[in-house]
């Protein structure tokens, strides 16, 4: 079994419906050779900061979901592993876009990936595989 060790992670936080500025908050994370830091924000959702937000997908550093700043270095969450900063890390959302806690708001950077243009979003469709080819 590995060795775990603690790692202090300073999470910048901000939610603009109750915040007025952005604040820090320090969470001890257990961690070993193997542990993420998507799994450390995992670990916080679940035992330390159940309103901890944060986005993730396929956790093979593929979609770039998990995107945020790591010691002011934009890294992915999914490839930043704890054992490489011993002497503690600092997470933020990445610049330059409206946040939530480590959430940035794209404002419809995703929305061609989710809709074909000129399709009718009111009505629901079985998908076929036919009607994939024009996404």
């Not at 944060?54 to 490839?79: D, E, F, H, Q, T």
């Not at 708001?105 to 998908?127: A, E, F, I, M, N």
């Amino acid at each position: 079994m590995a060795e775990m060790k603690n790692l202090k992670i300073e999470v910048v936080r901000y939610n603009p419906e109750v915040d007025t500025a952005p604040h820090s908050a320090f969470y001890e994370v257990p961690y070993d050779a193997t542990t993420s830091l998507l799994d450390a924000l995992g670990y916080i959702k679940d035992n330390l900061a159940p309103d901890l937000s944060y986005r993730w997908s396929c956790r093979m550093a593929i979609c770039g979901s998990c995107g945020m700043m790591v010691n002011n270095v934009p890294k992915l969450a999914c490839k930043t592993f704890l054992r490489d900063y011993t002497d503690g890390m600092k997470v933020e959302a990445l610049a330059n876009f409206p946040i939530d806690t480590l959430i940035t708001r794209s404002g419809g950077r995703y929305d061609p990936l989710h809709r074909k243009s000129g399709s009718d979003q009111t009505v629901h469709h079985r998908q076929l595989p036919h009607r994939g080819s024009g996404y």
